[in-house]
Each structure stands twice: as C-alpha cells, then as structure tokens.
C-alpha cells in the first residue's frame, strides 16, 4: 500500500502539470473566441448546456449584456471553484503570498509563470485576495445552491487527495530552489535544466514535448507495471529553440528507483537536457525525488554512437562484407559455369546425401557442410571410417575431383547454387539412426521455447515485461513446468552425440581389428575442431563487434547489466575469446563469458577429446571399459551431490537472494554434466554389439517405455508440489536428493526412446521423429542454437514498450523466434560453415590406406 500511495502522489503530480498545460496550450485562442477558462476538460460542455448560456436572438442588449455577466462570472466561480477543491490550491496560494515580497523570485518562479499564463491578471489579484465572494448576492438563490451542492459533493475527494496533492505541489515548488542550489553538477546541466523549466513555465513547444517524453505512472501498478519509459524516439528528436547559447537536444536516460519500505524498484524513463551526464542525472534525481521518498540506485543515459566511429564495428563489417562478396562471386561464376562453360561442364551428385545424424563428432553441432554420399553410416560401415567420414570424404572427393582444378573446386564450396540444394536435401542414407533427426530439432525447438519465456520474464534480465506479476503466476501452474524445464533438452542433446561418437568409433575399431594410428586419431580431432570453430568464431566477432549497434531503445542497455545477463556483454568476447576458441570458457572467466550459451559447446569438445579413454578399452577390454565407465557415472554423483548442498546452504542464509553461483559452479561445469553423456555413450555401447538389431519380448519393451515415461516426467512435473501456488517446502536432503538424480534419471529415459526406436520398438514416435522433413533442419540446428539467443535479444530489447505478455503472445513470439532464428541460421550455414567443409575437402591431404 505504501507503494500505490507514492505512486498516487506522482499520478496527481503529472495529472496537474498535464491538465494546466494542456489548458495553456489552448486557452488563448478559447478566449478570443469568447470560449471557457475551464482548466477541466468536460466543463466547459456542461456549461454551454446549462439553459442560462444560450441567448435567444431576439433578447434585448441589456439582457444579452446581463446574461453574458451571468455567464463570465459563473465561469471564473466554477474555475475557482474546481482549483480549490481538486488540486488544493490553498496550498500554491500560501505559497505564491510568501513569494510576493521577492519580485524577482516571484516573477521567475515556473509555477507562477503558469498560474499567469493560465487565469488572467484580474483572476489572479481575486485569487491572492482570496475566494471571490462580492457579487455571490447578485447570482439567483438556484445558482448558489448547485454551487453549493458542488462544493459539497467535491468535499470527500478532496480530503482523499490532501496528503498526495500537498507533496506533488511541494515537490514542484522546491524544484527551481533543488536545482539552483546544486553544487556538483556541471553548469551546462544546471542552466540547461532550468531553462527547460522555464521553457515549461512558458508554455514553449520542446519543453512540453520534453516533459510528455519522460516516463509517468500508468495502469496495472498491481500487475507489475511498475516500469515507465516514456517515449524514447520522441526525446531524443526534441531540439530546444532558444538562444544559442542554450540550444540543447533531448537525451533519454533511465533510472532505477527504490521506494522506501517497498520490496520492488522502478525503472524510470527520463528526458533531460543533453548537456547532463549520468553523475548530473543521478544527483538531480536524488535531491528531487527524495521528497517523495524515492531513492535512486543507478541511473544510465543513452549515448548515441555510430558504429562507424568503433573501429572494431567497422573491422566486423568488412569482414562479413568480404564473405559476403566471395559467396555472391562465387554462386555467379559456378551457375554460369555449370549452364553456360561447355569446358568446365560436370556433373552434379546430390543423391544420397549425408543425413546428419549419424556423425559422431556433432549433434547438436552437426553443420551442413558434409552432404556427400560418403557420409552415410552405410557408407562408414562400407568403408570403414568412423572418424565422422572425414577421410572417406577426402577419398571421395579426390576421386570426382579429377580433371578439375583447383579453382573451380573453391568456388564451388563458396557457391549457394551447389550448397542449398545440399542443405534442403531429405534424403537418409540406408543404417543411419534416422529418429534422432527428429530428437535434435525438436530439443532445440524446446530451448526455443524456455528461452522465449526467459528473456526478460522469467530471470530479471530486463524490465521488459508490462504485467511481470501477473505472468509470474503461470509460473505457479502445472503446465508451466515443461517451459521452466527446458533446461533438459541439453542433457539430451548430450545423450545423442554420447551415443554418436560410441557407436560410429567401435564400428571403426572393429573395422580395423583395434589398429588406430596417431595420424588418424590427430583427423578424429581436427575434423571436430574444424567442424564447430569457423562459424562459432564468426559468431563471437558478431557479437563484440556488430551485435551493439543493432538495436536501440529504452532497454538495449538495460539487458547489459542484470547479473544474469552478465555473460552477454559484447566486451566480454573482446577480452575473452580465446576461451570459447580453447572451448575452456565454461572454466576460465565463467563470469565474463563471452556468449553466455556457448557453455554448451566448451562441455560437449571436452566430453568428446575424452571419449576415446573410454571407447578404445569398452572395445578391447569391456570389463575395463565398463569399470571406468562406472567410475565416472559415480563420480559425477558425488560432485554434484556436494556442489548442490552448498549451493542449498548458501540459499538458506538469504544473505543474497541474487547470487547466481550455482549458474556458475554448478550448472556449466563438466563434472555435473558428464552423467548425460556417460548414458550416451553406454546406450551406443549396448547398440554397437547388438548390431542395432536387438531381440527383445514385448513385456520387456513395454515395461521399458513405462519406465522411460516415469523417469522423464518424474523429473519434468516432480517439482510442481514445491513450486506452485501454497506449495510444500522441500526439505534440504529432498531438494538435494532431486537435484543430484534429475539429468541421469531424464538421459536413463530418453536413451531407452532412441535404443527403442533404433531397433525398431519406438512404433508411432520413430515414425514422427524419422520424418525426412526433420532431416534439413537438423542440419541447421547448430547454427540455430548459436543464433537463436541474439535474435530474441534484438526483437525483445529493441522495443519501446514493454511486453503486454498473454499465451498467444508467447506463442506468438515463440513462433517468430524459430522462424526467425532458423532463417538467418540458414544464411550463416551457406556463408561460413558450409564452405569451410568444401575447403576441408580440398586441402586436407588424402589418407593413407
């Protein structure tokens, strides 16, 4: 309730500069036209209906005259009347009277320019001498009582608005005397701001417009809308016109303000002189709204920058602009070529195109470029070449690259005519495991949709969200559970490529009877690296250098500096790189991350450079291989287990309910995440020596899918008794119990729906999920996941309001998010990924036999 009172004050306050500006603004021209001085819309209409108003024509002059008395004087009485009672006016009169023995001040002082400009001279003189009240006996009996009856029915609304109007006319008396007295601002800030304020005073243009840019209450404060932005685009077109030594633009700035004794703060748009830095703005907000009670915690101003005055922006540009102009060059040269060039005339083999899924250094971060026929896990078990076709490709490549040169085989890994059609290809290869086609997109579609809601609702990452307490209560809901638990979609995107790399490298082993060569493990390694890396590192130049200019507005900054969004700080890939180029970013500075998903990538190379210690004694030694296996499956138990009582501990002081180490120390690190992709590799283990063919009788399959299903949705919907409406409180072994088991127990039951469908039980969910349609998009979906998170930051900072948020609004959203994200994934895949898999092919020396 403390809150709803001081913002009330500041309805008031707004409602009374408003209404008396808006009175100026027209009261000039009403006069002359013989109109109402009514600062009160709606009055003047009651008024001209009243039946003494309207004179009939054939009157005579003296009763026209008389009746024009009548009117004028009921007119000046109701305005008087109507000050009196609705904004208190006593008080500004008390004031104005202490005021008269200065001239000077009285002469300059703002409010008193606007009560002149508002009633005219002899309206004043009546109203500092008090109620007018010497021609009350002339007015008929009628008259006096509605006037009466006026005052009387005004008498209950004006006690309800005493204490609020009372500081609101503080607060704008004390202002001139708040500004004036300032010692610690710049002069240029002071003498701007006052003559802003006295361009108010005035009546002028730009000022009014400056103050109608500033952020004011609106409604729903109980829904959450405590966040007033005011209008952005309109501040900052705003030019004061004066003398020229006065001229100033608008600047829009917003401030974070906390309200005494009330558990939230409010983000505040303010137009102010250009002239006031944000060391200005903060001591002007602080002497100004400590009258109110409000405190400011931090202010920022939004500075205008061209990106062509940051040199690392320019040096981005040109470098999209280079990739951008050989991709174009090169699709020109190869369709003239390929319709027109009778010498370099080829043929084209797109049959057979690799599906994807089957490549056992990516899953999530399969990329597109390797489309060949040789790809297919029919062509691996063929050729015998697990190391993600890698070398079969080079064979390949070499074989149908004879008679060309060198040339025509660069361009054509640059052409968009040659690699589109690769790209939008559905066919798969005969023995690939064509469900997790449909895994992967559909997973990626979840993180779509958890990170839809994320952004800026769910975690304080910016007030972009109108009704942010209404829409925290679907948060309470059952449903709601599946979006908040997006988060296991990662750990299933870690099971397939555990299973990927398992099952393709024992293949590979058995086809060479267990000899592995150190050249052909440095491939295994190389074509990884060089898989992920051209386009993840495109990406963080993107994102330092380009990504801070594309957008603009009254929350851009903003999504900069929550410490959840710590992590997304364009800076940070400036001075960090190097650790998403080592892929170690998930370890060295997690806390100035640079991309703050990318963590993904760090644990999945790692998991990946280890798997062979792992994989090569599964194939020669099981026993051994299974020991290890269990050891680490134990071992990432322990970790967890430990690092989530701390984190439980470190909750239960309350000290900082904003500490975010869990997301650090916990959430992003390998050792509590490896549990997943162990599962993985396990899954592929037990595939690999059933030859994906296994017999299995019909109770064990469906007791498997029960089991499966209680594992996924235990851990999906299990804390819904804790987190919705007068939910239980868990105790601190039940939350530590649930917190340590989630991600195994999810990947347990996700790896039994992919063993399944592999071996041929999955029935209508391996017919939905082996759709060759699934079979492009998979291919995109590493670009996508690198992408996605920035599109949804242009969209959702970008705008000047905030997000009135309804389900068809997040639905909404999330549709454009996938439409969108995938569409400019594509474009990166054509510009960066796939050609730098055409030029692996060219350059990497063939293997030896």
Known sequence: MYLIYRILILLVYTFVIAETFTYQSHGTSRRQDGGSNNVFPGMEADLNNDGDVDIPQQASAGQQQHKQQQQQF??????????????????????????????????????????????????????????????????????????????????????????????????????????????????????????????????????????????????????????????????????????????????????????????????????????????????????????????????????????????????????????????????????????????????????????????????????????????????????????????????????????????????????????????????????????????????????????????????????????????????????????????????????????????LFLKQLDKLRGK???????????????????????????????????????????????????????????DNWWTNLLYINNIVNTRRMCIGHSWYLANDMQFFIISPLIIIPLYMYPLIGLIIWLVLFVAQFITTGILEHKNWMIGQTGENPDNFDWLFDLYMKPYCRIGAYLVGMLTGFILFHTHSKAKIKKVVVAAGWCLAVICCMSVLYGEYSKSRENGIRWSGDVEILYNTLKRPVWSIGVAWMMFACVNGYGGIVNTILSWGGWVPLSRLTFAAYLIHPTMMWIYVYNRRTPIFATQYTMVYMFFGHMVTSYAVALGLTLLFESPMMGLEKIFLPKPRK
């Open 74 to 503: 009921r007119r000046q009485q109701q305005l008087l009347t109507n000050i009196i009672s609705m904004s208190k006016y006593s008080y500004l009169l008390k004031q104005t009277q202490a005021l008269k023995s200065n001239n000077h001040v009285l002469r300059t002082n703002p409010l008193i320019n606007i009560l002149r400009n508002v009633l005219p001279e002899d309206d004043i003189a009546k109203v500092l001498g008090g109620t007018p009240t010497a021609n009350l006996h002339d007015m008929p009996q009628s008259e006096k009582a509605e006037l009466q009856d006026a005052d009387d029915g005004k008498e209950d609304l004006e006690k309800l608005l005493n204490s609020t109007i009372d500081a609101a006319l503080e607060l704008f008396l004390r202002l001139e005397y708040v500004i004036t007295s300032m010692e610690n601002i710049t002069t240029t800030c002071k003498n701007d701001t006052l003559e802003f304020w006295s361009g108010l005073a005035e009546g002028k243009q730009w000022a009014f417009e400056m103050f109608d840019a500033s952020g004011k209450p609106g409604g729903g404060i109980l829904q959450g809308n405590i966040n007033w932005f005011g209008n952005y685009d309109q501040c900052l077109a705003i030019q004061s016109v004066g003398p020229k030594s006065a001229l100033f633009n608008g600047k829009f700035c917003t401030a974070l303000v906390s309200i005494q004794d009330a558990p939230v703060s409010i983000y505040w748009g303010l137009c102010v002189p250009s002239s006031c830095s944000d060391v200005d703005l903060k001591i002007l907000e602080t002497d100004y709204l400590e009258v109110l009670g409000f405190k400011v915690k931090e202010s920022h101003c939004d500075e205008q920058h061209s990106m062509w005055e940051d040199p690392s922006a320019v040096a981005g540009f040109v470098i999209l602009c280079f990739f951008g102009f050989i991709l174009i060059s090169c699709t020109l040269i190869d369709i003239i070529v390929h319709n027109f060039g009778a010498y370099f005339k080829r043929k084209r083999q797109l049959a057979h195109m690799q599906p994807g899924v089957d490549n056992p250094v990516f899953t999530l971060t399969e990329s597109n470029g390797d489309f060949g026929k040789s790809g297919s896990s029919a062509e691996l078990m063929k050729n015998g070449n697990s190391f993600g076709s890698l070398q079969n490709e080079s064979q390949q490549s070499v074989a149908n690259s004879k008679g060309k040169d060198i040339f025509m085989k660069i361009v054509t890994s640059f052409s968009v005519y040659t690699n589109l059609p690769k790209v939008l290809n559905t066919s798969q290869g005969k023995g690939t495991l064509t469900c997790l086609n449909g895994v992967r997109f559909l997973s990626m579609s979840w993180v779509i949709l958890g990170h839809t809601y994320i952004m800026g609702f769910i975690l304080p990452a910016g007030p972009t969200t109108q009704n942010i307490a209404q829409a925290y209560k679907w948060t309470k809901g059952f449903w709601f559970q599946a979006i908040v638990n997006a988060v296991f979609s990662v750990d299933t995107f870690f099971v397939m490529s555990g299973i990927l790399v398992t099952y």
């Open 516 to 574: 592995l060569s150190a050249g052909m493990m440095g491939l295994f390694y190389f074509h990884r690296f060089w898989r992920l890396t051209p386009l993840y590192m495109m990406c963080v130049m993107i994102f330092a250098t380009v990504f801070p200019y594309m957008g603009s507005g009254p929350f851009w900054n903003r999504q900069f500096d929550s410490p959840v969004s710590e992590s997304i700080r364009p800076h940070n890939c400036r």
